[in-house]
Structure formats: structure tokens, C-alpha cells
């Protein structure tokens, strides 16, 4: 199985809600990712997960909140937000982080719109 | 600080030709570079990694090359087809396992 999955694909939600995007991979992946994406725009990287600890946040604020239950799941809570944070979510994982080279499998995405 | 730069945002050929993409950096020493396919509302797919130490790279019709002293990489897709049409983005990683992505090029090839 070399595919990483994404729930839910769309969610809407207003400024005062709580929700969580929710991701998986049975690859045995050490390495575990969340990036922003806007239309037309590259990936940025909000966290990685490095063996179920976080490892590089990129100064993301904390209405963002990662957390990484086991290996295989990677979870993104989400509080407070902005119109400006309705984005393309993407999870990807790596076989380990710290091994050089290894390529990034990413999910379709959760497409997030803030109202 | 760090910057990427993909020759184009969009890219036209014919069907049958040769598609060149360019990824040009400054401030930055990278590991390596990677190559990956993104298609409309999808992530991305990995195509190609190239080391530092290395000079060119092939996997069936594409070909990555890359000039740590020029600070660039080229992207080839030779006998192009309609279904290779989709943004190319390239990303630069070092011994961290972190990524930075360009601004990405979007390639159409027409029958």
C-alpha cells in the first residue's frame, strides 16, 4: 500500500468552530508532514512529525494544532480561523526524516474554506 | 534568503516535442532537488530525485540535470503527450528532510 489518505476531502467551516483534518499511511513511514497550499502556489510546510514527535514547526500560529497518535495517523485541529487559512491541506510522509534523499508520498489533500 | 525560481508559470508545446522546464535557486545549498507532478485539486507525485554530487538523471522519458555551480536544474520530457500536461514543480531538500517547493510551472501539450 503506497498511499497516503486524506478525510475529510472538503470542509467548511465558520470562524468559531473546531475541526480536525485527519490523515494515514500503512507505508511504515517514520516521517509525517503537513503542508498549506494556496491556488496557484507552492506548498509550505507547517509541520513535520518525526517518530510520533514534532520535530520542525515553521512558526505556525496556534490556531493550528498538530498531533501524531501513532506512526500511522496524523491528525491537524483546527481552532479559530481565518478566511486567509482556507487553503489545499496536504499530508505527506517519508521513510524517515533524517535519512538524506528519501521522497516525500503526499494525500490528495482536504480542501479547507473558512467562512 | 532562500529563493526558488521556475522559468515560467506556463508552458505550451506540441505533442511529440521536447518539454524543458528550469528551476533556478540562490542562498541555498541543497542536498538535492526533486521533481514532482502536480495535477488540478491533487498533491503532489514524485518523479525524479538528483544528489548534489550528481549530474543527470533519467527515468524512462524524463531527464533531470543539475548544476550546483550554475545553481540550476533542468527538466526534460522528451515525445511529450497530452496526458503530461500538469504543474512541474521542483523542490530543494537538505539533510533535515525539508522541503522548499518553487512556485511551480504549469505545462500544457497540445494533440
Known amino acids: 500500500d503506497t498511499e497516503v489518505t486524506q478525510t475529510p476531502k472538503h470542509l467548511v467551516m465558520g470562524m468559531t468552530n473546531k475541526k480536525s483534518l485527519k490523515c494515514e499511511q500503512h507505508?511504515?513511514?517514520?516521517?509525517m508532514y503537513w503542508y498549506k497550499q494556496k491556488a496557484k502556489k507552492p506548498p509550505e510546510l507547517m509541520f513535520v512529525?518525526?517518530?510520533?514527535?514534532?520535530?520542525i514547526n515553521e512558526s505556525v500560529p496556534s490556531r493550528f494544532s498538530p498531533e501524531c497518535p501513532n506512526s500511522s495517523l496524523l491528525n491537524l485541529h483546527l481552532h479559530a480561523l481565518q478566511p486567509e487559512d482556507s487553503a489545499l491541506y496536504l499530508c505527506?510522509?517519508?521513510?524517515?526524516?533524517?535519512?538524506?534523499?528519501?521522497?516525500?508520498?503526499f494525500g490528495p489533500g482536504t480542501r479547507l474554506t473558512v467562512l | 534568503s532562500q529563493k526558488i525560481e521556475q522559468n515560467s508559470e506556463a508552458l505550451n508545446i506540441q505533442e511529440g516535442k521536447t518539454a524543458t522546464l528550469t528551476c533556478n535557486y540562490t542562498?541555498?545549498?541543497?542536498?538535492?532537488l526533486q521533481w514532482y507532478r502536480q495535477d488540478p485539486g491533487r498533491g503532489p507525485v514524485f518523479l525524479l530525485l538528483?544528489?548534489?554530487?550528481?549530474k543527470e538523471k533519467r527515468k524512462e522519458r524524463l531527464k533531470v540535470t543539475f548544476d550546483t555551480t550554475l545553481k540550476q536544474s533542468l527538466f526534460h520530457i522528451t515525445a511529450s503527450q497530452p496526458a503530461d500536461s500538469a504543474t512541474y514543480l521542483c523542490?530543494?531538500?537538505?539533510?533535515?528532510?525539508?522541503?522548499?517547493f518553487g512556485q511551480g510551472t504549469e505545462l500544457s501539450v497540445k494533440p
Open positions: 505527506a510522509s517519508s521513510q524517515d526524516r533524517l535519512v538524506p534523499y528519501n521522497e516525500q508520498f
Open positions: 507505508m511504515g513511514h517514520r516521517a
Open positions: 512529525y518525526s517518530y510520533e514527535k514534532l520535530s
Open positions: 542562498n541555498y545549498s541543497p542536498a538535492y
Open positions: 538528483i544528489r548534489e554530487n550528481e
Open positions: 523542490a530543494l531538500g537538505n539533510q533535515g528532510g525539508k522541503l522548499i
